[in-house]
C-alpha cells in the first residue's frame, strides 16, 4: 500500500522540505497529554478566512486517506525556523483523542530542538494556524482570545494548538474544498515577542503653575525663512530637561512677547502650546515683529538700541518613558 507524500514545490521555496518517509512514525516522543491540551483551556477560539497565505511555513500532504489506513496517528513536519526559535506542526489526522479532539482534525504548533535553550527558557508567542481552502483559494484561519492572547511555551508546555481544529465530517466533504482529490494544506505563523514592550507614562499637570527650568531664547534679527529681511525671527529652546527621563517629553504652553518700554505694556503677544523633547528643535515663529513696526519710536520696542523680550512657559503635562 502506497505512503501519503508531502509536496513542498508550490508552497515552500526557500523553505526545508519534508522527508514524509522519516517524519510518519507512529510513535510519539513526548507525553501528548501534558504538552497539547488545548481547546479545554483556551477560553476563545477565532475562526476567520483570508486571501494571504501563512507567512512563515506551510506543507501539503497528499494521499491524505492513507495516514488513517496505515494507523499513523500523528504526524510532525519538518523544522522551520520564526523569531530565532524552531517550530514544527503536530498533525493528528483523526483527532487528538487524549485532548477532546474526537471526530476532529487536531493541529498544534511545537517548539523544537530546545535542548540548545538555557535552563528556564520561556517564550511568549501569538500564532495563527491555517488551512488551505482549494476550491475558495482560501485560507482558513484559527487563532485564540480573538488573536490577542500571548501563549507560553516553556520546558513543560512546548506545544498550543487546537483539539477540534476542524471536524472530521466538514473537512472530508468534497464540497468544503480542504480535502480536494485527497490532498489538503495546512500552515503557520508564529510571532515571538522577543523584548519588553516600550511603554510611557503621561501625567497631566492640575492647577499648573508657570515653573523654572532652563529655557533659552534665539533671535534672527534681521528673520529667517519666510521672515527673512522683513522680520525679527523668536524662538524658544529648551537647555535641560532634567525633569523627564531619556526619551521622554513635555506638554507645554508659552508665551513671547516685546515689552513696551515706554509705558512697560506686553505688546506683540504671542502663545501656543506644543509636546517638546530634549533634544527638540526650537518653537515659535519666523515673523514675530515687522522689522518697520520694531524701529517705529512711537511703539517703544527699541529704545537706546534695546529691545526686551520676555517669555512664560507653563508645563501642562509631563511623558515619562517607562522602559
Not at 483523526?94 to 471526530?103: L, R, V, Y
Not at 509636546?275 to 518697520?292: A, V
Amino acid at each position: 500500500m502506497g505512503e501519503p507524500t508531502v509536496d513542498k514545490k508550490a508552497h515552500l521555496v526557500g523553505k526545508p522540505t519534508v522527508d514524509i518517509k522519516a517524519h510518519l512514525v507512529n510513535k510519539p516522543t513526548v507525553d501528548m497529554k501534558a504538552h497539547l491540551v488545548d481547546t479545554i483551556l483556551t477560553p476563545v477560539i477565532t475562526r476567520s478566512v483570508r486571501d494571504l497565505p501563512p507567512t512563515h511555513y506551510s506543507f501539503r500532504i497528499q494521499s491524505f486517506s492513507l495516514l488513517s489506513k496505515n494507523s499513523i496517528t500523528r504526524y510532525e513536519s519538518t523544522d522551520f525556523k520564526s523569531g530565532g526559535y524552531n517550530w514544527k506542526l503536530s498533525l493528528y489526522p483523526s483527532g487528538n483523542t487524549d485532548a477532546n479532539g474526537k471526530d476532529h482534525v487536531s493541529l498544534y504548533l511545537m517548539m523544537s530542538d530546545t535542548n540548545s535553550l538555557p535552563a528556564g527558557w520561556e517564550v511568549n508567542v501569538i500564532f495563527r494556524l491555517f488551512l488551505f481552502d482549494q476550491i475558495q483559494d482560501k485560507y482558513l484561519v484559527l487563532e485564540d482570545n480573538n488573536g490577542g492572547r500571548f501563549r507560553l511555551f516553556h520546558e513543560l508546555k512546548k506545544g498550543w494548538g487546537f483539539s477540534q481544529f476542524i471536524p472530521l465530517a466538514t473537512f472530508n466533504n468534497p464540497g468544503s474544498g480542504y480535502l480536494v482529490n485527497d490532498s489538503c494544506e495546512f500552515g503557520a505563523e508564529v510571532f515571538v515577542r522577543t523584548s519588553a514592550p516600550k511603554s510611557e507614562s503621561l501625567s497631566m499637570v492640575m492647577n499648573a503653575k508657570t515653573v523654572r527650568h532652563t529655557w533659552k531664547t534665539i533671535v534672527y534679527p534681521k528673520g529667517r525663512d519666510s521672515g527673512k529681511y522683513n522680520s525679527i525671527s523668536l524662538y524658544i529652546m529648551a537647555a535641560d530637561m532634567e525633569i523627564i527621563s531619556p526619551g521622554g517629553k513635555l506638554f507645554i504652553k508659552y508665551q513671547l512677547w516685546l515689552k513696551n518700554q515706554i509705558n512697560s505694556r506686553k505688546d506683540v503677544l504671542f502663545n501656543a502650546s506644543t509636546w517638546t523633547s530634549f533634544p527638540k528643535i526650537y518653537y515659535g515663529w519666523q515673523k514675530f515683529i515687522d522689522l518697520k513696526a520694531l524701529h517705529d519710536d512711537a511703539k517703544g520696542f527699541l529704545l537706546n538700541d534695546t529691545c526686551i523680550v520676555e517669555a512664560e512657559i507653563t508645563v501642562l503635562g509631563i511623558v515619562n518613558k517607562l522602559r
